[in-house]
């Protein structure tokens, strides 16, 4: 009897911070992987990983980007297992958040596009190849500031965290029949170029409105999206998995 092939993971915003840790994760886990990024830098990230993996360069704003990097994991592998969709901005005014009416149109649709949109349009592409093996594992990155209030998320950037939430219950529901979990991940504040984006006075008010009284390392999320992405999970979907060292207790 042929072993079963490897299963596939596809990483957006992969080249960097949680990303990259839940890339490396799979990697070490032994998924292909195949990790996507606009950064031209993300060919040498993958190359430099343990494991059998694959990069792509991709704009995830871009809706015909997407199409085209789903068709290469088809066209190479046949298939994609594992989806996470992880791309996310989040726009800083001075080290700080933007007020509502400070956001220019423009920003706004483009932190929509990148933090929500898109992970509408992988799914789109993604779920027909799961439904073939009738077996798939959907991961949004959300944050705290898509679950609570949040002092330093932004309107447009708390708004897409809290509709990834949203439409991952949906994905859930509609992929159940086929074997398709969707679950969401809501990270605190972790250590990422985007935390790094806030000024020293913001990152340790933060900090000491942690329970556990530090940042979060982006490893620690890519443990859980690593048993999120395996067999151990498959009686979990629709859930939201909040790792924030205690700042948001539902």
């Not at 992988?122 to 959300?142: E, K």
């Not at 979060?216 to 909040?242: K, N, Q, R, Y």
Request: glycine share 10%; with cysteine; charged share 15%.
């Amino acid at each position: 009897m042929s072993p079963a092939p490897a299963r596939v993971a596809l990483v957006t915003g992969a080249a960097s911070g949680i990303g990259l840790a839940i890339a490396t994760q799979f990697a070490k886990d032994g998924l292909i992987t195949v990790l996507l990024d606009r950064s031209p830098n993300i060919t040498d990230i993958a190359a430099s990983l343990q494991g059998h993996t694959h990069a792509i360069v991709c704009d995830v704003s871009d809706e015909a980007a997407i199409h085209t990097a789903v068709a290469d994991v088809e066209a190479r592998y046949g298939r994609c297992d594992v989806l996470v969709n992880n791309a996310g901005v989040h726009p800083k005014r001075e080290g700080g958040k933007f007020l509502i009416e400070q956001i220019p149109m423009a920003q706004w649709q483009e932190v929509i596009a990148i933090n929500l949109t898109a992970s509408f349009v992988f799914c789109q592409r993604v779920m027909p190849l799961m439904r073939r093996h009738r077996w798939g594992r959907i991961i949004n990155i959300s944050s705290r500031g898509g679950r609570t209030a949040s002092p330093v998320a932004s309107a447009h950037y708390a708004a897409t965290k809290a509709g990834q939430i949203g439409f991952t219950r949906i994905a859930a529901l509609e992929g159940a029949p086929d074997g398709i979990t969707a679950n969401c991940v809501a990270p605190g504040p972790i250590e990422s170029a985007m935390t790094a984006g806030s000024s020293p006075e913001v990152r340790a008010a933060f900090a000491r409105s942690v329970p556990l009284g530090r940042y979060g390392d982006p490893g620690e999320i890519a443990s859980v999206v690593s048993f999120l992405a395996g067999d151990g999970s498959s009686f979990i979907t629709g859930a939201v998995f909040d790792v924030n060292g205690g700042t948001f207790m539902p």
